[in-house]
Nanobody, 112 residues
């Protein structure tokens, strides 16, 4: 069983930046971030494989950057140029050995 611990959420003004982190208790092959806004379905934000291949949703391209450490146990989500529409609970997810795991979520609020 792999545990995922997220951190880095908070309140930021429009145009500001936040950096989310997610640390796994074991080695992970693929990491991703989802988000869920109030009253909306959860949606994929980004993912990164063990080889460093990344994928981004169109609504964050050019603003968000995903990266991971060399030990492949921590993933980061650098969020720049944040908009009010980015307000959501952000969930880290991870895949390893055919199993999927999710973190508890971290709140991101973009408001002036």
């Amino acid at each position: 069983q792999v545990q995922l611990v997220e951190s880095g959420g908070g309140l930021v003004q429009p145009g500001g930046s936040l950096r989310l982190s997610c640390t796994a208790s074991g080695r992970i092959f693929i990491f991703g971030w989802d988000r869920q806004a109030p009253g909306k379905q959860r949606e994929l934000v980004t993912s990164i494989t063990g080889g460093g291949r990344t994928n981004y949703a169109d609504f964050v391209k050019g603003r968000f950057t995903v990266s991971r450490d060399n030990a492949k146990t921590t993933v980061y989500l650098q969020m720049n140029s944040l908009k009010p529409g980015d307000k959501a609970v952000y969930y880290c997810n991870a895949g390893s050995a055919g199993k999927s795991y999710w973190g508890q979520g971290t709140q991101v609020t973009v408001s002036s």
